[in-house]
């Protein structure tokens, strides 16, 4: 079904998958922070990758103050989304990638309405996210789950205040 998924938190149980999916259909820029390594899908980028998520085992309450979630659609790992506590409170910071065969689907929306419930079960009261004016997939989720937009400095603020309904489109 177009726009169905779960979220599961990032384990050793789903990491390859979530690694596989992420060598397969995206750039490494796209999905971890930068690597001083040779380019492209390397070993040492995959370990700095499997590194990068089991650093955030601890979910919001661990060193990172960062949940990561392996974005799931029809049984199969597709993509990632992750919150990270901000400095104020109640306030977390999300960001999201999905595999390129599982964009255009709804699958986005999907999965940032489902962390939005899930931010909002954990206490918070404020999603934001960054993105860029030409991330044209992005700022479609971004408006779908109800995100206020504004620019600043060339990039694109969303907040998305969990007191209200989240939309369901």
Same mark, same amino acid.
């Given at each position: 079904?177009?726009? @169905?998924?779960?979220?599961?938190?990032?384990?050793?149980?789903?990491?390859?998958?979530?690694?596989? *999916?992420?060598?397969?259909?995206?750039?490494?820029?796209?999905?971890?922070?930068? *690597?001083?390594?040779?380019? &492209?899908?390397?070993?040492?980028?995959?370990?700095?990758?499997?590194?990068?998520?089991?650093?955030?085992? /601890?979910?919001? @309450?661990?060193?990172?103050?960062?949940?990561?979630?392996?974005?799931?659609?029809?049984?199969?790992?597709?993509?990632?989304?992750?919150?990270?506590?901000?400095?104020?409170?109640?306030?977390?910071?999300?960001?999201?990638?999905? /595999?390129?065969?599982?964009? &255009?689907?709804?699958?986005?929306?999907?999965?940032?309405?489902?962390?939005?419930?899930?931010?909002?079960?954990? /206490?918070?009261?404020?999603?934001?996210?960054?993105?860029?004016?030409?991330?044209? /997939?992005?700022?479609?989720?971004?408006?779908?789950?109800?995100?206020?937009?504004?620019?600043?400095?060339?990039?694109?603020?969303?907040?998305?205040?969990?007191?209200?309904?989240?939309?369901?489109?």
């Amino acid at each position: 079904m177009t726009g @169905a998924v779960r979220l599961e938190p990032v384990d050793e149980r789903n990491l390859e998958p979530l690694l596989s *999916v992420a060598a397969a259909e995206a750039e490494p820029e796209d999905v971890m922070p930068p *690597v001083d390594a040779p380019a &492209g899908w390397s070993l040492a980028r995959r370990d700095a990758f499997r590194e990068f998520h089991r650093a955030s085992f /601890g979910g919001l @309450a661990g060193p990172t103050r960062t949940a990561m979630y392996a974005v799931v659609s029809g049984g199969e790992v597709v993509g990632m989304v992750r919150m990270a506590r901000c400095d104020e409170p109640g306030v977390v910071e999300t960001g999201m990638w999905l /595999g390129r065969s599982a964009r &255009g689907r709804g699958l986005g929306a999907a999965a940032l309405r489902e962390l939005l419930h899930a931010a909002a079960a954990a /206490g918070m009261h404020t999603v934001v996210a960054d993105t860029t004016p030409d991330n044209v /997939g992005a700022l479609s989720v971004l408006r779908r789950c109800g995100a206020e937009l504004r620019e600043e400095n060339g990039k694109i603020r969303a907040r998305m205040c969990l007191d209200s309904a989240i939309p369901i489109r």
